[in-house]
């Protein structure tokens, strides 16, 4: 079936949003597990992982996780990662709203 250009571009109106919330929601839950699984001393999340995530926009989730759960405060690595992140997200937003 093909959707009419109205309808299409509502859809893809929204689809920076979605992207963005589903993002930093996994890596919030990411970084979530990983301190949960760290006190249990079990597998951990690699950290590839959560710095990939917080790359791609998932900074805000991230910035929030470390500040909620105590977790990768001391690493500044992931600091910059979610920051770096963040402006990726202000990007994202702002192209959005440009169009």
């Known amino acids: 079936m093909i959707l009419g250009g109205r309808r299409m571009t509502g859809l893809l ?20 597990l990983d301190k949960q699984r760290a006190i249990r001393k079990k597998w951990r999340v690699p950290e590839f992982d959560l710095l990939f995530i917080g790359l791609i926009g998932g900074g805000i989730g991230g910035l929030l996780a470390q500040q909620i759960f105590h977790h990768k405060t001391r690493k500044l690595r992931f600091y910059f990662a979610f920051i770096f992140g963040t402006l990726v997200t202000i990007a994202i937003i702002y192209v959005s709203y440009k169009r």
């Open 13 to 32: 109106k929204h689809l920076p949003w979605a992207y963005l919330l589903i993002v930093n929601m996994v890596e919030f839950f990411a970084m979530y």
